[in-house]
Every structure is written in structure tokens, then in C-alpha cells.
């Protein structure tokens, strides 16, 4: 008896998935020939590491939603550009952190934050820290809280340098292919971002907790 | 006042709250909704759309130039002559000098 083919998981709705075993650059294939429902399942594939992107720049539900809508709606539109050169996802994540970027520029004067109005958590593990620095806990909500108001504080360029350098822990070659900034502006922009985090935190009340 | 090594540790907790990557239900179909009917742009098929557009307009100027220079030019036996004069100028010119 002949093996039988697996056949495929269905969608939520019930409806077999007809484009999951098709690889991302013969979707993108089919997408530019006209079949727009293969760009659905391009959607369901990256989706989740375009939200986990956006959620590192926008703090807002709604703001995260419209930056991924953005994203994709950017990416069908420019999908004819895509040379076929460099996997399908890393495409899609140039897209991705240029509209970031985007967001930022245009949110920059909403973002005035203050370092001086600091929750009871936060001036708690601030505290911890002083005492004992290896004691304060960096999985600790009051960490995480700090580190977004001390982001909020620097200009979009510093953040998305200090961001994708230093937390996504990604090379100077990366983030140039990524943002088109040459490396030696890279580097500067680095720099100028680490001084004006430690400007940002010397504002913090310095004498209270270092 | 050494502020490097409070940022480093907040730095390490940010990279410790990896954001999450959860997708609200059925997101995609909103953004398939958003797309509609629509079709990706094609740039060589607008180019081809405004030539053949411009066909029309440019074979009636041809049209109306053609008619305007046989209606306003003069007749073939003059312009033979002052081809010849033109033509022959240099020559005139050669057979008059000493």
C-alpha cells in the first residue's frame, strides 16, 4: 500500500492551509503573478517576529498594530523589488525596522519622559542596586520599566543604534544592511547614543543612587 | 561619578524581557481585508498605458505639421533651384576667383 501524504493542518477556520509546504520565494512568486492569498500565509509566518520587533519600539497595543499593518502593507506594495537575493524574512525585517524607525521619528515629541518621577518599584530596585548591585534582579519588571524610560529619553537615531547594537546584540555590518546608514556613521552614532544614556542617568537623581 | 556600569546592567535587563511575539487572532485577515482587491503597481505597465494614451495626440500633430509644411511650403521647382545654388555656391565661388 502506498504511503498516504500527510495532509495539511487546518486554518482555524476549519479550511485546509493550501500554501503551507510552498517555500517563502515561491509565495512571493505567486503573490506577484496575481495570487493575492498567498501573501496570507507570508503573513502567518512572520508575523510573530515582526510584532516581537515592533513591540521594542512602540509601547502601545494599538501603536504596535498599526506598525505591523504598516509593515506588511509596505511590503506588498514593494513586493516586485524583491530580488530573490537574500532569504524572503530578511527583507521583510529591513521593512520592518525602517517603519520602526518611522514611528519613532514621528512619536519623538511625544515622548518627553522624565527620570525623576520614579515609580516606588523602580526607586526600590534602584536602591537594591546601590546596596548591592549583583542583588538587583535585571529579569525584575522595575529593571524593565527603567531601561523603557531611559530609551524614551534618547533621540530615535541613538535609540535604534543602542537598540539594535547593544540589546539585539547585532554587528555594525548588520545594522548598516539593515538601515543603510554607512558604518562609520554607525559607530558615531553609537558613541554619541552610549554618552547621552549616561547623561540620561547621571539626571537620575545620581547623588540618591551611585 | 561612574554611570557605565547602571547602564550596562539595564541594558542586560532589557535584553533579558525579550518582547513577545504573540499575534492577535486572525491579524492577518485584517491586513488581507486592508489589501482588498488590490494589485501590486506595475511600473512598466503604466509606462505602457500613458504611451499608448499619448498615440492618439501625437499622430494628430504629426497629421496637422505634415499638412502645414505642404501647404506652406513653396513650390518643388524653386526648391530644386535653391538646392542647386546651394550646392553649387562653392563652386561659383572657385570659378570667379583670378
Not at chain 1, 493542518?9 to 500554501?19: C, H, M
Not at chain 1, 517603519?99 to 515622548?111: K, N, P
Not at chain 1, 530609551?151 to 547585532?170: A, G, K, N
Not at chain 2, 489589501?35 to 505602457?48: K, M, N, Q, S, T
Request: hydrophobic share 45%; aromatic share 8%.
Amino acid at each position: 500500500m502506498p504511503p498516504v501524504p500527510p495532509t495539511p493542518d487546518p486554518a482555524p477556520s476549519g479550511i485546509p492551509v493550501p500554501y503551507e509546504g510552498l517555500a517563502d520565494d515561491a509565495l512571493v512568486r505567486r503573490v506577484i503573478t496575481g495570487e493575492n492569498d498567498c501573501f496570507e500565509e507570508l503573513i502567518r509566518r512572520h508575523q510573530p517576529r515582526v510584532f516581537a520587533t515592533a513591540r521594542r519600539y512602540a509601547r502601545r497595543e494599538d501603536e504596535v498594530q498599526d506598525i505591523v499593518q504598516e509593515v506588511f502593507l509596505k511590503a506588498f506594495e514593494r513586493l516586485p523589488g524583491f530580488r530573490f537575493e537574500a532569504p524572503f524574512e530578511h527583507w521583510l525585517m529591513r521593512i520592518t525596522i525602517r517603519t520602526c524607525y518611522d514611528f519613532l521619528r514621528a512619536h519623538q515629541r511625544t515622548r518627553e519622559s522624565s527620570f525623576t518621577d520614579l515609580s516606588r518599584e523602580e526607586e526600590d530596585w534602584l536602591e537594591r542596586y546601590k546596596a548591592e548591585p549583583d542583588s538587583a534582579d535585571e529579569r525584575a519588571e522595575a529593571a524593565r520599566s527603567l531601561v523603557q524610560r531611559l530609551m524614551d529619553t534618547l533621540s530615535p537615531e541613538f535609540r535604534l543604534v543602542i537598540q539594535l547594537l547593544e540589546i539585539e546584540e547585532r554587528s555594525v555590518k548588520e545594522i548598516h544592511q539593515v538601515t543603510g546608514w554607512s558604518i562609520p556613521l554607525i559607530k558615531v552614532r553609537a558613541f554619541r547614543a552610549r554618552a547621552a544614556m549616561r547623561r540620561a542617568i547621571a539626571r537620575m537623581k545620581p547623588e540618591k543612587y551611585l | 561619578m561612574n554611570t557605565e556600569p547602571l547602564r550596562r546592567k539595564l541594558l542586560a535587563s532589557a535584553r533579558a524581557h525579550a518582547p513577545s511575539d504573540c499575534v492577535p487572532y486572525a491579524f492577518e485577515k485584517r491586513i488581507m481585508a486592508r489589501l482588498g482587491h488590490r494589485e501590486i503597481p506595475d511600473v512598466w505597465a503604466a509606462w505602457g498605458a500613458l504611451l499608448w494614451r499619448a498615440v492618439a495626440p501625437c499622430f494628430a500633430l504629426m497629421l496637422m505639421a505634415g499638412i502645414g509644411s505642404f501647404v506652406m511650403s513653396p513650390s518643388s521647382e524653386d526648391l530644386g533651384n535653391q538646392l542647386d545654388a546651394v550646392l553649387l555656391a562653392d563652386l561659383d565661388v572657385a570659378g570667379d576667383a583670378p
